[in-house]
């Protein structure tokens, strides 16, 4: 592992910013006291080597973008977006939403088939129109039979209520979930 570059400074504050620490919650994290912490972030001090190893270890498990923030923008490091917590739904919309999630569940796998035998009756037909087609192929009736059944108008026309139906769905799962977005506004 290659050694990281120990911040400067300015990028002490931005860390414990970032982190949300105070210098004493810092110093304890390093194993050093606030004083040094204060000194070091003023830049009248080197921290200890214990307290730097420890900080190279701190730096070392953050994500890379924000090492580079600090090491770009010292003064500011804005902290991670962290979601707020879903509002649960009260029981009776609770009890819609599973339900609906299952009935999309069934949904998309009564269309997964479907789709997969759409593709395979596209692929199929086209090996048929092509000149380079094996005869056996040309010749084999059910082999084409079953492309012309798999893209035909009845298979056509379930999959068209099946993607009607899974969009329905999805827009009462959204629906359902917009109180609790509402309430947070």
Not at 116 to 125: D, H, I
């Amino acid at each position: 592992m290659l050694p990281l570059r120990l911040p400067t400074a300015g990028t002490l504050p931005a860390l414990r910013r970032y982190l949300m620490l105070t210098q004493a919650h810092l110093a304890t994290l390093l194993g050093t006291t606030r004083g040094m912490v204060a000194q070091a972030e003023a830049g009248t001090r080197f921290l200890p080597a214990e307290a730097r190893e420890a900080l190279s270890a701190l730096l070392a498990a953050l994500p890379p973008a924000t090492r580079q923030a600090l090491a770009v923008a010292p003064g500011y490091a804005p902290p991670p977006q962290v979601p707020a917590p879903p509002v649960p739904l009260p029981r009776p919309l609770a009890r819609r939403h599973h339900l609906a999630t299952q009935e999309l569940d069934r949904v998309l796998a009564a269309l997964a088939p479907l789709e997969a035998r759409r593709l395979a009756s596209a692929a199929r037909l086209a090996l048929l129109a092509a000149p380079a087609c094996p005869a056996v192929l040309a010749q084999d009736g059910l082999f084409a039979a079953q492309a012309r059944l798999w893209a035909g108008p009845a298979a056509e026309a379930t999959r068209h209520l099946l993607l009607a139906r899974a969009t329905g769905l999805r827009a009462e799962l959204a629906a359902l979930a917009a109180p609790a977005e509402e309430a947070d506004s």
